[in-house]
């Protein structure tokens, strides 16, 4: 099943410890969506269980492929130019610009990336607010940024980065003195609880490793 431009594309596979649940509950559980609307796309035909038209009440057998082309809750795709570095059939490398925000909290006729990659074809996994993000960029900053078109891709690229095998390097203005020419830091990244779009060094933050090196000094 293509998606549609716009739509995005969620497959997923039963487990064994999944075995006999309900198709709509399956869905919504899995799409982070109302069981009712689970059973409104099933009814409109966007739901396909093993190959065929899903049915809400079919009791799920392990190994069983699922798969979905929707819209997804709250996104509306608006086209927008991005620079695309590189594409396929299973993620997307954009070079994202400057003051583009990576998705939105909610509801929005802003564009951001997720709105305008929606705008070209599907992405797949992950909440369905921020369908195929697998890492961000803060919007003042530029820079490459991979998402996933299929749920595949998604987990690999997800435990990728869980287990550092992704090397990213960023290149930034610092104001102040750096007292040395390269070092590390280490510690826990997390938001500054009086201004939530700062991040720093947090107590219950995500635990990080940044090496730098002094490129010049004005």
């Known amino acids: 099943m293509g998606p549609a431009q716009g739509m995005r594309l969620d497959r997923f596979f039963v487990a064994e410890e999944e075995a006999g ?101 599907p992405l797949a996994g992950g909440p369905a607010d921020r369908p ?17 078109r299929t749920e595949e891709a998604h987990r690999s690229l997800v435990q990728q980065f869980k287990e550092r095998k992704v090397l990213k390097e960023y290149l930034a203005v610092v104001e102040g003195e750096v007292e040395v020419e390269e070092g590390t830091i280490k510690g826990r990244i997390g938001r500054d609880p009086h201004e939530p779009w700062r991040m720093g060094l947090r107590d219950l933050g995500k635990e990080a490793v940044t090496e730098f090196v002094v490129l010049a000094r004005r």
């Open 21 to 121: 649940e309900r198709t709509d509950r399956f869905l919504a559980r899995k799409l982070g969506i109302s069981r009712s609307l689970a059973q409104r796309l099933i009814r409109e035909g966007a739901a396909v269980v093993g190959g065929s038209p899903a049915e809400p009440a079919r009791r799920l057998r392990p190994g069983e492929e699922v798969v979905v082309s929707w819209a997804g809750p709250g996104i509306k795709p608006i086209p927008f130019p991005l620079p695309i570095i590189y594409e396929d059939e299973a993620i997307v490398v954009v070079n994202k610009p400057r003051g583009l925000p990576v998705h939105s909290a909610g509801p929005s006729s802003r564009p951001t990336v997720v709105s305008a990659l929606l705008a070209r074809g």
């Open 132 to 148: 195929g993000v697998v890492h961000r960029l803060d919007a003042p900053v530029s820079g490459a940024l991979v998402l996933a």
